[in-house]
Structure formats: structure tokens, C-alpha cells
T-cell receptor
């Protein structure tokens, strides 16, 4: 596709459940980023990948959150034992090479934990 | 997490007016970026600034990287209805991870037709 795509666009789950959020970056982009955006706030950094490896995961809030990018393209953000406070829009972005290159954002996945 | 201080929080202006918003921080930034976000969409980059004192324009938008490297402003001239949206500043902290952008809380712009 032409841009970053994220699936699902909306996810409603119950407290305690496990969820996976998927990001398809722009083809050829080596860097991939995950952010979380709560209502009325700016995006907050979670993790970024260069290729297959997580170059910085300092923004992951706790060990319930985990992300992978096994082939250096698609990435999955995994949240275990979801809590109501995890409700937010999860944004993915990608950039072509170095981290000074423009980050192109996807439309996000709106996660609601009941 | 750390966020930038962005102001104003919201603006409601007449079409054709000029708009100004800014971001400040107590920390030094290597890069300043300005994004616009429409409902249901991800942020879209408007302007990127890489040098202290840099002044860059993109159509009706002008942004500057403060000389202290702790602030930036964005001006929109002759606003039109499609300027409505939320504007975010973002920056790369000096000494921080290069992939980690820190965002402000946003300025919500509403324009009267």
C-alpha cells in the first residue's frame, strides 16, 4: 500500500484479555515506531525498531507490553492482561532509513478495554 | 513521560486571521517538528527544523527553531476552514534516543467560516 496501515482500526476487549495490534509499514522502510495516544494528549513513544531489532523500548509502560518485528517489515504490538487504563489509540509510524527521516504515521488502532 | 509545553491549548479564530502557537521545554532539543492531526487519522508532518535559529516555510505555514534550542513556534497566515485540526509540536531530545519523539499536548484550532 501507499501508506502505513494498521489493523484492526478498532478493538474492544474485556479487562484481562490479550490483544494484538498489527502495523504494516511503508514498503522498504527500515525503521518502525509505536506510540500511544490518550484522549486529549499527544502521542507518547513506546518502542522503535531498526530492522528486526528493538533499538529502544524504553517507552513500554510495563512487561505486559511487548512488540515484535520478526522479518523487519510487519510489526505486532502485544498487550497481555489488558487493563482499562490501556484504552487509547495506538499509532504506528515508519521511516525510510535513519531516524532523522520523516516518520509517516498510520491511522491508528483505537483500543477500548471494558 | 516527558512532554513539551504547548500553547495555547485551543484557538477559535476568524477565517483569514493569522495564527501563532508555540512549544517550550526546559530541555534542549536537536530537532523540532510540527504535525497536524485530523480526527481518526495519524499525525502528518508539516515542517521539520534541524538547526537552532532555522526559519522554514511551507506555504502559509512558517516555523522557527528557537536559538536556545528549547522552543519553537508555528505561524499560520490567512487561515482557512481546512486548517481546522490539532497541531502538535514534537522534538528529539538532546542526548535522548534518536527514534524517540517527544510530543506536546496539542493546540486545537477551530476556524469560523
Amino acid at each position: 500500500g501507499a501508506g502505513v496501515s494498521q489493523t484492526p482500526s478498532n478493538k474492544v476487549t474485556e479487562k484481562g484479555k490479550y490483544v494484538e495490534l498489527r502495523c504494516d509499514p511503508i514498503s522498504g522502510h527500515t525503521a518502525l515506531y509505536w506510540y500511544r495516544q490518550s484522549l486529549g494528549q499527544g502521542p507518547e513513544f513506546l518502542i522503535y525498531f531498526q530492522g528486526t531489532g528493538a533499538a529502544d523500548d524504553s517507552g513500554l509502560p510495563n512487561d505486559r507490553f511487548f512488540a515484535v518485528r520478526p522479518e523487519g517489515s510487519v510489526s505486532t504490538l502485544k498487550i497481555q492482561r489488558t487493563e482499562r487504563g490501556d484504552s487509547a489509540v495506538y499509532l504506528c509510524a515508519s521511516s525510510s532509513a535513519g531516524v532523522t527521516d520523516t516518520q509517516y504515521f498510520g491511522p491508528g488502532t483505537r483500543l477500548t478495554v471494558l | 513521560g516527558q512532554q513539551l509545553n504547548q500553547s495555547p491549548q485551543s484557538m477559535f479564530i476568524q477565517e483569514g486571521e493569522d495564527v501563532s502557537m508555540n512549544c517550550t521545554s526546559s530541555s534542549i532539543f536537536n530537532t523540532w517538528l510540527w504535525y497536524k492531526q485530523d480526527p481518526g487519522e495519524g499525525p502528518v508532518l508539516l515542517i521539520a527544523l534541524y538547526k537552532a535559529g532555522e526559519l522554514t516555510s511551507n506555504g502559509r505555514l512558517t516555523a522557527q527553531f528557537g536559538i536556545t534550542r528549547k522552543d519553537s513556534f508555528l505561524n499560520i497566515s490567512a487561515s482557512i476552514p481546512s486548517d481546522v485540526g490539532i497541531y502538535f509540536c514534537a522534538g528529539q531530545l538532546q542526548g535522548g534516543s534518536q527514534g524517540n519523539l517527544i510530543f506536546g499536548k496539542g493546540t486545537k484550532l477551530s476556524v469560523k467560516p
